[in-house]
């Protein structure tokens, strides 16, 4: 299984951006798929997921300015950043972890079995 992660780039403070995450040997409509970040210096945390059965979760500090969402014919999935904050600068990555994942273990990056190479967000004024 292999996850590409892409679209990351520079947007200035209540810009938008769109990432997106590719994947092959797996479809992902049929697993937990999620959205992960990692600032320098700083864990890496959780952003947004949904699992097989489209059950949503999104960090607190994204809610309402994130969107994730999946082409199933690309077998593909999206993160919709709007509204960006400089704290939003982070690599983000894609992940894909088991299907029957709980909602409760969704924002937990060892549930995760597989993980894409991260796509760098900066942003700044």
């Known amino acids: 299984v292999q996850l590409q992660a892409s679209g990351g780039g520079f947007v200035q403070p209540g810009g938008s951006l769109r990432l997106s995450c590719s994947a092959s040997?797996?479809?992902?409509?049929?697993?937990?798929t999620g959205w992960f970040r990692q600032a320098p210096g700083k864990e890496r945390e959780f952003v947004a997921a949904?699992?097989?059965?489209?059950?949503?979760i999104y960090a607190g500090s994204v809610k309402g300015r994130f969107t994730i969402s999946r082409d199933n014919a690309k077998n593909t999935i999206n993160l919709q950043m709007n509204s960006a904050e400089p704290e939003d600068t982070a690599v983000y990555y894609c992940?894909?972890?088991?299907?029957?994942?709980?909602?409760?273990?969704?924002?937990?990056?060892?549930?995760?079995?597989?993980w894409g190479r991260g796509t760098l967000v900066t942003v700044s004024s």
């Open positions: 992940a894909s972890g088991p299907a029957s994942l709980i909602v409760s273990s969704m924002s937990t990056p060892a549930r995760y079995d597989y």
């Open positions: 949904f699992n097989r059965r489209t059950s949503t």
């Open positions: 040997g797996r479809t992902l409509s049929s697993y937990t």
